[in-house]
């Protein structure tokens, strides 16, 4: 298994690649002035994404959708189920025009079946997503939806844009709580912004490292260092440890978890 978690400035998208050809795709988000998706699959020759998740419905985690969809097949796609494509469509309405990448995300809401029956082989990938409900919850990043990617004993979590109260509502659920013991790989939620920091998952998980998707720091809120008690940090060269890995110094991160071994960290790829 083969994860990459792009360097796209201030937004999101990762890929996870199994042995057996399966592609996920977890957010859609591009860098203008760099990496896109929907040019990054054009480059492997794929046009099928056998899994695709939309955390959040804001525009940095679907900037590029209008694009790929044109040339890539989806087979299964995920979001929150309990938020129509009227209310985005209303919400998003409020500030202003709605983007190109948008109305896609808002036409994969209406068009495409939410869940499947039928879901592809992924050689041993295991995909499990948890949000909170609509009207518990109105805004779309508590209305996120949070992605648990596991492959043997190797977990990641993905949970979009939540905030603490989310994070409260999800730690009701049992369920959810027993995937966070077993997180190795925590994406910081909300770009790593205090306002998606949540102490209380920490008394549940105490993950290997945590990785922020961001620009450079320019909200008072980004509190990177909030973090770094709760991780357990990897070795590095020169005989530290890191805790924390940002797209904004270390490029797309890209981690390989070889069936039966040790999951490897690679930056700048």
């Known amino acids: 298994m083969e994860l990459r978690i792009f360097d796209v400035s201030h937004g999101f998208c990762a890929?996870?690649?199994t042995d057996n050809g399966g592609l996920t795709l977890i957010d859609c988000g591009h860098d203008s002035d760099g990496f896109a998706p929907s040019a990054f699959l054009r480059e492997l020759g794929r046009n099928t994404v056998d899994h695709f998740v939309i955390s959040n419905f804001d525009q940095d985690?679907?900037?590029?959708?209008?694009?790929?969809?044109q040339g890539v097949n989806i087979r299964v796609f995920h979001r929150?189920?309990?938020?129509?494509?009227?209310?985005?469509?209303?919400?998003?309405?409020?500030?202003?025009?709605?983007?190109?990448a948008m109305s896609a995300a808002i036409g994969c809401a209406t068009h495409l079946v939410h869940p499947v029956v039928s879901v592809p082989d992924?050689?041993?990938?295991?995909?499990?997503?948890?949000?909170?409900?609509?009207?518990?919850?109105?805004?779309?990043?508590?209305?996120?939806?949070?992605t648990f990617v596991r492959f043997e004993n190797f977990t990641v979590l993905f949970p979009g844009d939540l905030e603490e109260a989310g994070w409260l509502s999800l730690l009701q659920n049992s369920e959810f709580v027993r995937n966070l013991a077993t997180v190795n790989v925590f994406v910081a939620s909300h770009h790593g912004r205090s306002t998606g920091y949540c102490a209380d998952v920490f008394r549940h998980c105490?993950?290997?490292?945590?990785?922020?998707s961001d620009k450079g720091v320019v909200h008072d809120t980004q509190q990177h260092n909030l973090y770094a008690p709760h991780v357990e940090g990897l070795a590095w060269p020169g005989d530290i440890r890191r805790q924390v890995l940002t797209t904004r110094s270390d490029g797309t991160i890209k981690i390989v978890k070889p069936r039966g071994g040790n999951y490897l960290v690679y930056l700048n790829q």
């Open 15 to 17: 890929m996870v690649a």
């Open 61 to 69: 985690h679907v900037s590029d959708l209008h694009n790929l969809v």
């Open 80 to 100: 929150n189920p309990t938020v129509t494509p009227e209310y985005i469509t209303a919400l998003k309405l409020q500030s202003g025009p709605i983007t190109s």
């Open 122 to 146: 992924m050689a041993g990938l295991e995909i499990q997503t948890f949000c909170n409900r609509f009207p518990d919850f109105t805004d779309t990043n508590n209305l996120s939806v949070a």
């Open 206 to 212: 105490r993950p290997d490292v945590v990785i922020i």
